[in-house]
């Protein structure tokens, strides 16, 4: 999976949020930094370079619709994350988290319950 710029990101948060739209209805949903339509029009298309968009032709204008699962997207995303920034250790980023107070003792316990339970 190639990766991804910020805007494409979010363009795909859209996309994967409505799960077919037109360039219309993706900038309608951008919030903050609106891009202008044709150059929203190119980042679609980019995605679609990338093979994580489709569409469906209605003559001259496209629908849009996502061919990557934001599930794929997110085994990928982390996968490289924890390889880039973790040496490939899980432990490294659970102990991360836990040395910056983004989780809990309960939350590990209960990561800790998922695990033993799954076998």
Avoid: C
Avoid at 10 to 38: C, G, Q, R, S, T
Avoid at 68 to 93: L, P
Wanted: cysteine-free.
């Amino acid at each position: 999976m190639q990766k991804l710029t910020n805007k494409e990101e979010e363009i795909m948060h859209i996309l994967w949020k409505l799960e077919k739209a037109f360039v219309k209805d993706v900038l309608e949903e951008i919030k903050d930094d609106k891009p202008h339509y044709n150059t929203l029009s190119t980042i679609i298309r980019n995605l679609e370079e990338k093979n994580y968009v489709d569409h469906n032709a209605y003559g001259n204008t496209h629908q849009y619709y996502p061919v990557v699962t934001k599930e794929d997207y997110r085994k990928g995303f982390m996968s490289n994350a924890i390889e880039s920034y973790f040496n490939n250790s899980y432990k490294s980023m659970i102990s991360f988290f836990a040395k910056e107070e983004k989780i809990s003792a309960e939350e590990l316990r209960e990561i800790l319950d998922m695990i033993e339970n799954k076998k």
